[in-house]
């Protein structure tokens, strides 16, 4: 009888998790309860209840992702710090601004609306500024971090920790401001989101850190910025990311402008609703698992952006009267701007640390992150002086009344078609067609799905 021939593959240990690294999950938990209140719905509900214009929320949208540009000059001194120290500054430095946020309410008795507008927009700035410098550690922290074969997977689970505390943080934002919030109900909301940061930084501290290469610490010379932007496969990962930060840009604000402008819902129920796009991104972890790894990026990004283009649709019709903002119709469009926003955002990252080379890593990623949140940045303002700029003129044309809404959904229903047209010229090895990704999410056997939310021994 003849001998079996070995199984190369045999005694091979698969790539596992490291030790400590559900204190980055953690990490996420508390992170999220704490930023979604000052940097999304509920911040945007306060400058309303101060008469910001549609031109300052969108600077309040767009603060944030516009002052990661410091990344650039901060990225050279990660290797002097570590990256757990670095970011760890960064994120307890924010989270005293945080405490301060909390205090400008209660100043009502003593200042007006528009200088509590102007102290909020400062206190914010110093928020983002010190956030923007830290964040740069972070992608190259969790690359190193993570082996190459289990990233999808963590980012598919972090995306869910983080949609599932969004959730939470957002009931009880709601809750807080339930009825005519005055003040002091601000204040609490936002002593919240100070302390919960606080709590997070606990948990960052834990996560393990990854020590720089001596070669990445050794080296001194001029960074070839311009070369890293011409590399081939990163170059088109860039255009797509610029075109879906101009597409995505200020969607999650303006969707809570229209709600309370042109729906009249009260503060409490606009936070309720906004919660769906949080369940929409909750359910990413069912629809990918670890199958980002399997698949690859560039299918679900095509997928994503072809069901983009129907979404913002839906809302430019709800908005020039083609049907009623009904709770289901909204609760509906919500889920899928959180579904399809989650889905976007861990494919993208993926990518960039699939194609990023190690050597420059941490300058490469400086890159992709301020390309991306610089135009997220500049995206919401743009959007809001076009707002602005329309006004309160509306006119009828193809069976829709075309007013400022309108025009903001259709406009950014036009910027997602031109990046579903960027995201197929997308290099990326190995990467599965739109077939199979339709194939393994959408036909498969009922049974093979519910099993999924089987306990497991």
Known sequence: MPEAAPNPNAGETPEQFPPGLHNAYLFSAFNALSFQIVLSSPMVLYAKTLEASATVLGIIAGMMPLLVIFQIPAASHIPRLGFRRFVYAGWGTRVMFIFAMAAVPLTEFFLDPRNRLALILVLLFCFNLSRGISSCAWLPWITALVPASLRGKYLSRDAAVQNFASFFTFLVAALCLSGTPRGWQFALLFGFSAVTGAISLSFLKRIPDVPIPDEVRASRGPVPWLAMLRHPPFKKLLNMVVAWSVAYGGVTAFIVA???????????????????????????????????????????????????????????????????????????????????????????????????????????????????????????????????????????????????????????????????????????????SLEDLLREVLLQPPQRMLMRFWPRS
């Open 258 to 432: 229209f709600l309370k402008s042109a729906g009249g819902l009260p503060e409490g129920r606009i936070l309720l609703v906004s919660s769906m796009a949080f369940i929409g991104g909750l359910s990413s972890l069912w629809f990918l698992g670890s199958r980002l790894d399997r698949l690859g990026s560039k299918p679900v990004l095509t997928f994503c952006f072809v069901v983009w283009v129907a979404t913002l649709g839906g809302w430019m019709c709800m908005a020039g009267g083609a049907f009623s903002a009904s709770l289901l119709a909204v609760l509906l469009l919500q889920f899928l701007v959180g579904l399809l926003a989650a889905l976007v955002q861990m494919s993208n990252t993926r990518l960039a640390m699939a194609i990023v080379p190690p050597m420059g890593r941490n300058h490469f990623f400086a890159i992709y992150s301020v390309l991306n949140n610089v135009t997220l940045g500049v995206a919401p303002v743009a959007w809001g002086l076009l707002i602005d700029a329309v006004g309160d003129r509306s006119w009828i044309a193809l069976g829709l009344s075309w007013n400022r809404f309108t025009i903001f959904f259709g406009g950014a229903m036009l910027a997602f078609a031109v990046t579903l047209v960027l995201a197929r010229r997308l290099d990326e090895p190995q990467a599965a």
